[in-house]
């Protein structure tokens, strides 16, 4: 009798939480993590996701103005500064100020030659990009604007949580079968290595981060302890799944942030327990013990584990010198910037002779440096703003809120962040919307001691 009414309780608690989210947010959400992972180069992909958001954005724009309003002024400033500075760098501009601004040399003189330079331009020097990162945008608000901030028993901060862990499952299916079938995949993004877990992704970078925070995610969410296996039991087990998951996609970056949702799990669970402080720590190193010799097993018996693990042994790739020369790119283009998405137009002039190679960068490799290039010292100020933003945040939810599903969230952030050094995961349309939804879930705290 009881596990004939397990099932029935679990789909209700599903579709609780469905509501609780919102199914516009949703089907965002699961659009993009179908077609939305191959990053700007699977444009009509993109534009899909961004059609179907302005779409649902239109039609439920009660709803959208409900929600900004609810946002709070701190937020809601920041919305709309990253949404104004791409529009802003598309305004045209007379000549006499466009040829004044930093690094409009070399547009002055091959606009002169076809006999345009006198004509207004914007402040971006590629339009095309800068509109692709505008639209790129919508999404993400569409997401922020439309989950249903409910403050019932499964709200949408939980919905939210366990479709993350959900999205992450799902994420290593599909890895697991492009590694078996070496390399087969239904989704169009090429496999580069066969031995890589893409998943939904064009980069094993973006997956191995998009396990991380499935990883976070789990940290928040609350299991019933009427269920047929114990909470502690199925994080346990869902966690561990999602580290292989993790490791599979053989992403250095990806795999050194495991130690931050895992060492925040193993917190959670001592803290939570009735063992004593002695017991506790016990518990702890048999833990750690246990974690290493598993570790030493699987490394024997999965050369794709060791493979990961071998990826360590050889830090050297071209990143430092890309780091290098956008750096003076930075510095060409400051304090204006180039244009959002113009990085791989203009890096190309300050590309050293001594690095140079037949294939192109594309990318900075680090999303700092390359905001940097492309909107100066405004970008860096809208960054560093959402920063501040997120540390306060993730601090009120981690003390005076006491919200286990913001740290959950800010947690993801933070390792977003972090990988945002070494690579551009807000880059991808599905980490964006992602993001979009961790934000939400982060600034629910702050909402509910507002509106009381």
């Known amino acids: 009798m009881r596990r004939g ?36 180069r699977y444009g009509l992909l993109n534009l899909t996701i961004q059609l179907l958001a302005l779409a649902l954005l239109c039609w439920f724009n009660t709803e959208a103005r409900a929600s900004m309003r609810s946002l709070g002024a701190g937020l809601l400033a920041l919305v709309a500064a990253t949404i104004a500075l791409p529009l802003l760098q598309l305004a045209p501009l007379p000549p006499g100020i466009w040829q004044a601004l930093p690094g409009r040399e070399i ?40 989950v249903r901030k409910s403050g019932s028993r499964h709200g949408f901060a939980q919905a939210g949580l366990r479709l993350l862990v959900l999205f992450a499952l799902l994420n290593l299916l599909l890895g697991g079968f492009q590694i078996a079938t070496r390399g087969l995949s239904p989704l169009p993004y090429p496999i580069l290595d066969a031995s890589r877990s893409y998943g939904f992704f064009a980069s094993h970078n973006t997956s191995g981060l998009f396990s991380v925070i499935g990883l976070c995610a789990l940290a928040g969410v609350r299991f019933s302890d009427r269920g047929v296996v114990s909470p502690r039991t199925a994080k346990l087990v869902l966690a561990s799944i999602l580290a ?83 750096l003076v790119s930075a510095e060409r283009f400051f304090p204006v910037g180039a244009g959002m998405g113009a990085f791989d137009e203009v890096f190309q002039l300050d590309e050293s002779l001594e690095t140079i190679s037949p294939s192109f960068a594309r990318r900075a ?44 969230a800010g947690l993801a952030l933070v390792c977003i962040a972090l990988q945002s050094f070494v690579d551009y995961p807000l880059r991808n349309q599905t980490l964006l919307c992602v993001a979009a939804l961790l934000v939400a879930i982060l600034a629910r705290p702050i909402v509910q001691k507002r509106v009381r």
């Open 244 to 326: 292989i998951a993790t490791i599979l996609t053989q992403s250095r970056s990806s795999t050194a942030l495991l130690i931050l949702p895992l060492a925040y799990l193993v917190f959670l669970t001592l803290r939570d327990s009735k063992l004593s402080m002695s017991r506790k720590l016990v518990v702890q190193a048999v833990l750690g013990l246990g974690a290493i010799l598993l570790t030493v097993g699987y490394l024997t018996a999965e050369t794709r584990l060791a493979a990961t693990l071998e990826r360590f042994e050889n830090l050297e790739d071209a990143r430092p010198d890309i780091w290098q020369d956008g």
């Open 107 to 146: 547009a002055v003189e091959s606009r002169d030659i076809v006999g345009v330079a006198n004509q207004w331009f914007p402040m971006t020097l590629d339009r095309g990009r800068t509109i692709v990162a505008f639209a790129s945008l919508v999404p993400a608000v569409t997401v922020l604007l439309l």
């Open 5 to 40: 009414k397990t099932y029935p309780r679990a789909l209700g608690v599903f579709n609780e939480g469905l509501v609780a989210l919102g199914w516009p947010a949703i089907l965002i959400l699961c659009a993009a993590l179908l077609i939305g992972g191959g990053g700007s």
């Open 365 to 408: 490799h680090n999303e700092y440096i390359e905001i940097a290039v492309e909107a100066g010292i405004f970008g860096l100020a809208i960054v560093s703003a959402w920063l501040i933003w997120g540390s306060l945040s993730w601090y009120r939810a981690l003390g005076v809120n006491r919200s286990k599903e913001g740290a959950a």
